[in-house]
């Protein structure tokens, strides 16, 4: 696809005036020129309609791409049974140490997640030390220009019929651009909207991790957390390229059975 354009959205209520306002509800998208009133009025409608609440303020902002977009394959999705936050969280704890997250950062990815107020982008740790990499404080570092390639995705929803949900397509397409990045050990994620209970965990060596329970109903904190390899010392670049860079999922040209 080429000419292609970014779409986002960020919903926001405000607090008071001398306050920073509280995150409601975001949304990325890459599409053509034709596609542009139809997906500003997907995000639109999405801003509208959200269960933390009504905004204040509603942003869309379109931009023209001007880099051509790279593929990033989706990841393998494997599904886990949880029945309580406790049995969730240690699925999802032990996945993560198992790619050698250490234990103190998953203590402090932890406390991230469950802070009282979710900031509407991911927090970057030192996959080591637990030390936050962005300075970008209570908004974190949003993921944009990423969206799915149309023909791959109407492919894998004929075999995985939980790609019809939006939520998923989002988080997965989200997942796999994230996962492309190998300076990404792994992220973890639940979300901050009250309602939804179920989060993933997921990284190169490990694909996408679904686990039910990752919190209790009702709970509004949430958010992702990306854990970046110690190795690594560039990581404003690699901001620059979660915010930046498009990206499609899928696989260049046809999508065909032998890719699966
Ligand atoms: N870039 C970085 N962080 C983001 C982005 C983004 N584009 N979108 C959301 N976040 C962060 C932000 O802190 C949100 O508060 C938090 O993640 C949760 O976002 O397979 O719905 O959109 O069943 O509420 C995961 C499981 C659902 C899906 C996650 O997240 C499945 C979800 P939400
Ligand atoms: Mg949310």
């Known amino acids: 696809m080429n000419n292609l354009f970014s779409v986002r959205m960020r919903a926001a209520k405000e607090k008071n005036m001398s306050e920073e306002s509280i995150h409601i509800s975001g949304g990325e998208g890459l599409c053509t020129y034709e596609q542009i009133s139809e997906l500003s009025a997907e995000l ?3 801003a509208m309609t959200h269960e933390r609440g009504n905004p204040d303020t509603i942003h869309i902002t379109i931009e023209k791409v001007k880099e051509s977009p ?3 394959p989706p990841l393998p999705v494997t599904d886990h049974e949880a029945h309580t936050v406790e049995e969730g969280r240690k699925i999802a704890s032990q996945l993560l140490l198992d790619v050698g997250i250490s234990q103190e950062s998953l203590t402090t990815a932890l406390k991230h997640m469950m802070n009282p107020v979710p900031i509407r982008g991911a927090a970057l740790l030192d996959e080591k030390t637990g030390t936050r990499l962005d300075h970008r404080g209570d908004k974190g570092v949003r993921v944009s220009r990423m969206d799915w390639d149309e ?3 109407k492919f894998l929803q004929k075999k995985d019929p939980s790609l019809l949900r939006k939520r998923i397509q ?3 397409a989200l997942a796999s651009k994230v996962t492309f990045y190998p300076e990404i050990v792994a992220e973890l994620c639940w979300s901050d909207d009250p309602g939804y209970t179920t989060g993933y965990v997921s990284g190169h060596q490990m694909g996408y991790h679904r686990i039910p329970f990752l919190k209790n109903p009702g709970d509004s904190t949430g958010g992702r957390v ?21 990206v499609l999922i899928g696989w260049e040209g046809e999508s065909d059975e032998s890719n699966l």
Request: glycine share 0%; proline share 3%; no cysteine.
């Open 44 to 46: 639109l409608q999405k």
């Open 70 to 72: 790279k593929f990033a």
């Open 151 to 153: 023909a791959n995705l």
């Open 170 to 172: 989002e988080s997965y």
């Open 226 to 246: 990306f854990f970046i390899s110690s190795q690594f010392s560039e990581v404003e670049d690699l901001i620059t390229k979660l915010e930046r860079q498009p």
